[in-house]
Nanobody
């Protein structure tokens, strides 16, 4: 079974930067798609950015040009570099992975526990 652990959330001033990390651990798995989601207080969880194992990326319109998603397949780790942060970026950020369990060939999905990003002066 795969587990995801996010890190890097913090309090930052508007215009500042943060880098989130999401590390996957487990045995005998192959991750296909990894995504970053976020959920602000009182709002639904939304997709922020995603990346395939081949490196193809997609972004929510409001973060294009400010956020960059990347991954290190050898380390099973995904990153989200967030620049020019705005108060509206404040949320709990979750990573999500869709993967194949190699022993059973099942296609599964797992969520991390979330990391809080607060953008405020």
């Amino acid at each position: 079974q795969v587990q995801l652990v996010e890190s890097g959330g913090d309090l930052v001033q508007p215009g500042g930067s943060l880098r989130l990390s999401c590390a996957a651990s487990g045995s005998r798995f192959s991750i296909n798609i990894m995504d970053w989601y976020r959920q602000a207080p009182g709002k639904q969880r939304e997709l922020v950015a995603g990346i395939t194992s081949a490196g193809s990326t997609n972004y929510k319109d409001s973060v294009k040009g400010r956020f960059t998603i990347s991954r290190d397949n050898a380390k099973n780790t995904m990153y989200l570099q967030m620049n020019s942060l705005k108060p509206e970026d404040t949320a709990v950020y979750y990573c999500n992975a869709k993967y194949v369990e190699l022993t059973t060939a099942k296609y599964l999905e797992v969520w991390g526990q979330g990391t809080l990003v607060t953008v405020a002066s």
